[in-house]
């Protein structure tokens, strides 16, 4: 269903392209409104076209413009989902782009070429995205169901169920998807995302059907102490306690989408922040302490939803409780009680929080110690005496038995005087009014309340903070991994041409490992001219490597000076810098993933490959000696490698990882001791093809 506009009128033109793609982002909350014009296409593009200007246009409006691949099959419920996006349909007039803001179930909120937001159904609109593909099967099934005789009113469902599994799997590429780059705060994030307004919403309804609940036994409260009991009483009564249960439900499901989507968003943050941690900080520590950081990032979900709502909520009861507490009998001594309370609760919370944390410490030195044990069993054997194996393990065991009873104490005190304890102050500092009768019954009944709310505040707040610390600690722990540096592409991009053929200077480079005092490169100069033929040799540890990682722009030199073209990389940004700049590592620190042979070869160049990349990378594998290991496997380039796949040897490694490097085509080609292990008959063919493929070479070898 189109709102009173047909589908075509809601697509934006061709030559309206990148204006469609700002407007979107500044829709969607992703940039700030912008007036400034971008650089506009013909009306005719194809895809390849089109997915350059989008891209240039994300670059100019510093998001990330994507591209994505859909299926037929899953078409209607992927278009509803993917937003902000764009969209290429086909109508009979011409191509045309549909500006995405979001869906729900088959509805989409799309914008129109007037900056309006219009509503239509996703089976409308994919109708549009791949009509040829259709059409290409259609009048075959059309045929096929007639012959059958199935009846009119089930032919349009059959026809979908068979062009699904006709067509089902086809990819289709028109889709465009918008997004912050990595390296975005959490917070801006969560306001693209709309998180503070669900937030604010959850909250908003957990106070109505809370201040709903205080009413309804206000209202059954006063009648029973005025002996009015009736039905003008109890209707009202039932209809506040009945929306009160309604409230809980509705508060129950915004929170669980709540949860879902600030889930995914903290897993997000993670999983951008793990792939950019420097190689060396994953090198110093060992597979214990990795895996206890795994073990933190699976807690922190859990910790930060359950124990930030439950605290949020806890607040709310504690602000509410005070009020009710103020308004019964003895209500000023009483409230001077309840905010004493809290005071301790509070402080009780930091020591709980401060034992915690020393038990997390311990418990992930045990898991540590536990794992480098179980990787070094056998040099344990070998070189430890049998009578100390155990040393170790119980001082660990004893320490961490130690943090656990501290911490299991002052957690079962806590709990128990936030629900009892409370209970007992309160009703011994309300018993001079009960034993003198000074207040009315309604009084009293009001402060009985306050008490019992304030007593499940409390309850509430020692669940949230535990909770909460969890988090807080779990933070602390991957602090590390948050700080990790983000890799952020320029918002001026630089033209692709510019400093080819140019020089690599590098002047007074120094470099020093972390907690090292002795620096591995001091003063290191080295200039490179485009064609030249280099060969760097020296002694096992002599920052042969190191080098090599700087020039390359994995590691960020302590000081000097490193140009490329007279920019250095923060002009280009690390992912173009290491288009041009490109380092095959040693052959122990390179992978082979369990992917295809042609994904192993071309993922430094180009994924999804197109057919010119596939023939250039056979004819490279050609080149290298390879050719008697594709004629080996059924399926070519496209034969499944690695650990789950065909097993390849050393030999054949060593070449694949010779092929990617030189598949990139970068202006300059580092090899880390790339030839020490190829065998003698294989040695000069490789070494031939580096040379004749390799604009600017870099070799380093041992002497």
């Not at 302490?289 to 709502?309: C, H, P, R, S, V």
């Not at 070189?383 to 299991?408: G, N, V």
């Not at 000076?561 to 940004?573: C, E, I, M, P, S």
Request: hydrophobic residues 45%.
């Amino acid at each position: 269903m189109v709102m009173n506009q047909s589908l075509r009128d809601l697509c934006w033109p061709g030559n309206r392209l990148c204006s469609a793609t700002a407007a979107l982002a500044g829709a969607a909350g992703l940039v700030p409104r912008l007036d400034v014009p971008l650089p506009e296409p013909d009306a005719d593009l194809d895809e390849e076209t089109a997915d350059r200007f989008l891209s240039a246009s994300g670059e100019h409006l510093d998001i990330r413009v994507h591209r994505v691949r859909l299926s037929w099959a899953t078409l209607s419920a992927s278009i509803a989902s993917c937003g902000p996006a764009i969209l290429r349909l086909v109508f009979d007039e011409g191509d045309a782009y549909l500006a995405i803001l979001g869906g729900r179930g088959k509805r989409l909120r799309v914008l129109k070429p007037d900056l309006g937001v219009a509503i239509c159904k996703s089976e409308v609109v994919a109708a549009h995205v791949a009509p040829k593909l259709e059409d290409r099967y259609r009048g075959q099934i059309e045929c096929l169901l007639e012959e059958a005789e199935v009846p009119a009113r089930r032919r349009a469902r059959a026809l979908r169920h068979l062009l699904g599994e006709r067509i089902g799997h086809a990819p289709i590429d028109t889709c465009w998807t918008l997004e912050m780059k990595p390296g975005k705060g959490v917070f801006p994030l969560m306001r693209q995302a709309g998180l503070f307004r669900r937030s604010a919403a959850v909250l908003s309804w957990f106070v109505l059907q809370y201040l709903i609940g205080i009413l309804a036994w206000y209202l059954i409260g006063t009648g029973a102490l005025s002996g009015r009991i009736d039905l003008g009483w109890v209707m009202p009564w039932a209809l506040l306690v009945l929306f009160q249960a309604f409230g809980q439900v509705h508060v129950g499901w915004l929170q669980g989408l709540l949860s879902i989507e600030l889930g995914s968003l903290i897993k997000r943050k993670l999983l951008e922040h793990t792939f950019a941690l420097e190689h060396a900080v994953i090198r110093r520590q060992g597979m214990g302490q990795l895996l206890g950081k795994i073990f933190d990032t699976e807690n922190i979900q859990g910790f930060a939803l359950n124990g930030g709502f439950i605290a949020a909520l806890a607040i709310v009861e504690l602000v509410m409780a005070a009020t009710v507490i103020a308004a019964g009998a003895s209500g000023p001594s009483q409230l001077v009680l309840f905010v004493a309370w809290l005071a301790l609760m509070v402080a009780l919370s930091l020591t709980y929080w401060h034992r915690r944390r020393g038990w997390t410490n311990v418990r992930l030195d045990l898991t540590h110690d536990l794992v480098e044990r179980m990787a070094g069993h056998r040099t344990r054997l070998a070189q430890e005496s049998r009578a100390h194996w155990h040393d170790q393990e119980d001082r660990t065991l004893h320490s961490y038995f130690d943090s656990s009873r501290k911490m299991d104490r002052i957690s079962l005190f806590y709990s128990s005087l936030a629900l009892h304890g409370w209970v007992v102050v309160a009703l011994i500092g309300l018993a001079p009014q009960l034993v003198a009768g000074a207040s009315s019954p309604g009084a009293l009944a009001v402060a009985f309340g306050g008490i019992l709310l304030a007593a499940s505040a409390f309850a509430h707040l020692n669940l949230g903070f535990s909770n909460l610390a969890g988090f807080l600690i779990s933070c602390e722990h991957l602090k590390p991994v948050f700080s990790s540096p983000i890799e952020a592409t320029p918002a001026t991009s630089i033209d692709t041409d510019r400093g080819s053929g140019q020089a690599l200077d590098a002047r007074n480079l120094s470099f020093s490992f972390p907690g090292r005092a002795r620096p591995v490169l001091s003063s290191c100069s080295l200039r490179l001219e485009s064609g030249d033929r280099v060969l760097l040799t020296g002694p096992s540890g002599g920052g042969k490597s190191t080098l090599a990682a700087v020039l390359a722009g994995l590691r960020e030199q302590d000081s000097g000076v490193l140009l490329f073209g007279g920019l250095d990389l923060a002009a280009y940004g690390a992912r173009t810098w290491r288009k041009r700049v490109a380092l095959a590592p040693q052959f122990h620190e390179n992978l082979i993933f369990s992917e295809t042979m042609a994904y192993n070869l071309l993922m430094g160049r180009c994924w999804p490959p197109k057919q010119g990349d596939l023939r250039l990378a056979h004819q490279v594998c050609l080149e290298l000696g390879l050719a008697d290991l594709l004629k080996k496997m059924p399926s070519g380039l496209s034969q499944m490698v690695g650990e789950t796949g065909w097993h390849l040897s050393h030999g054949e490694r060593n070449r694949i990882f010779l092929a990617r490097a030189l598949l990139q085509e970068p202006e300059i080609l580092i090899l880390d001791e790339s030839f020490a292990a190829l065998d003698p008959a294989n040695m000069n063919l490789v070494f031939d093809t580096v040379l004749k493929r390799a604009k600017t070479l870099v070799v380093i070898a041992h002497p």
